[in-house]
């Protein structure tokens, strides 16, 4: 009774796709489809899973270019922050705007939203059990960038802030295969991400914009 996380690695830009999947109701909820549309329904259909729904952190192109063939083929609820403004490739009706503390079902589960802005303004965190999907707000030893439109780095030091607060054993699964793992754990980033290290959002920015 639990969610199984698969990740898959897609796309030139190296980025993961998961697929939260129930596996009493075999159910599942997507994150970011991206680049490969059979290769994400292979994974539902090896699952035995059904597709529930699409999440996606932000509206960058690389996390969503296969959202449009994915909904096309089973009509399910796409869930984006509402402070999100990039356009997603689906009809209006197909789209559920959500806000921070907001808890999308999942069998027994729930996948909470944590709004985390900075790399755009609507980015979000999903915290399903012990797992969170971080996006690109926190990678494997380092962190979203802020120089594309909608990009804030004191509003990234303060994302990253909320997340080291969180319990250190929690698993985090990042939007891209950007580091020396696939995966990491928030007690980890504490001890080895740079980004993370900061005291002050004034330093922060002068890190991360080189000014
Ligand atoms: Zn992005």
């Given at each position: 009774?639990?969610?199984?996380?698969?990740?898959?690695?897609?796309?030139p830009?190296q980025?993961?796709v998961?697929?939260?999947?129930?596996?009493?109701?075999?159910?599942?909820?997507?994150?970011?489809p991206g680049?490969?549309?059979?290769?994400?329904?292979?994974?539902?259909?090896q699952?035995?899973?059904?597709?529930?729904?699409?999440?996606?952190?932000?509206?960058?192109?690389?996390h969503?270019n296969a959202?449009?063939?994915?909904?096309?083929?089973?009509?399910?609820?796409?869930?984006?922050?509402k402070?999100e403004?990039g356009?997603l490739?689906?009809?209006a009706?197909?789209?559920?705007?959500v806000?921070?503390?907001?808890?999308?079902?999942?069998g027994?589960?729930?996948?909470?939203?944590?709004?985390?802005?900075?790399?755009?303004?609507?980015?979000?965190?999903?915290?399903?059990?012990?797992?969170?999907?971080?996006?690109?707000t926190l990678?494997v030893?380092a962190?979203g960038?802020?120089?594309l439109?909608?990009?804030?780095?004191?509003?990234?030091?303060?994302?990253?802030?909320?997340i080291?607060?969180?319990?250190?054993?929690?698993?985090?699964?990042?939007?891209?295969?950007?580091?020396?793992?696939?995966?990491?754990?928030?007690?980890?980033?504490?001890?080895?991400n740079?980004?993370?290290?900061?005291?002050?959002?004034?330093?922060?920015?002068r890190?991360?914009t080189?000014?």
């Amino acid at each position: 009774m639990s969610v199984q996380v698969q990740q898959l690695p897609l796309g030139p830009l190296q980025n993961f796709v998961y697929i939260l999947g129930d596996d009493v109701i075999r159910q599942a909820l997507v994150v970011d489809p991206g680049w490969d549309v059979h290769a994400i329904q292979d994974g539902l259909a090896q699952h035995d899973l059904t597709l529930a729904g699409v999440l996606v952190t932000h509206t960058h192109l690389d996390h969503i270019n296969a959202v449009g063939d994915l909904v096309k083929r089973a009509d399910v609820p796409v869930y984006v922050h509402k402070a999100e403004t990039g356009p997603l490739p689906v009809s209006a009706g197909s789209v559920t705007r959500v806000g921070g503390g907001d808890e999308i079902p999942l069998g027994r589960h729930h996948v909470r939203i944590l709004h985390t802005p900075g790399h755009t303004p609507g980015s979000s965190c999903f915290l399903v059990d012990d797992r969170l999907l971080s996006g690109d707000t926190l990678f494997v030893k380092a962190c979203g960038r802020t120089d594309l439109p909608g990009g804030n780095p004191e509003e990234l030091f303060h994302s990253l802030g909320q997340i080291a607060t969180m319990d250190e054993r929690i698993a985090v699964y990042p939007g891209h295969d950007y580091g020396d793992a696939p995966k990491t754990t928030i007690g980890a980033e504490k001890r080895q991400n740079p980004f993370l290290r900061f005291h002050s959002p004034q330093e922060f920015v002068r890190a991360v914009t080189g000014g």
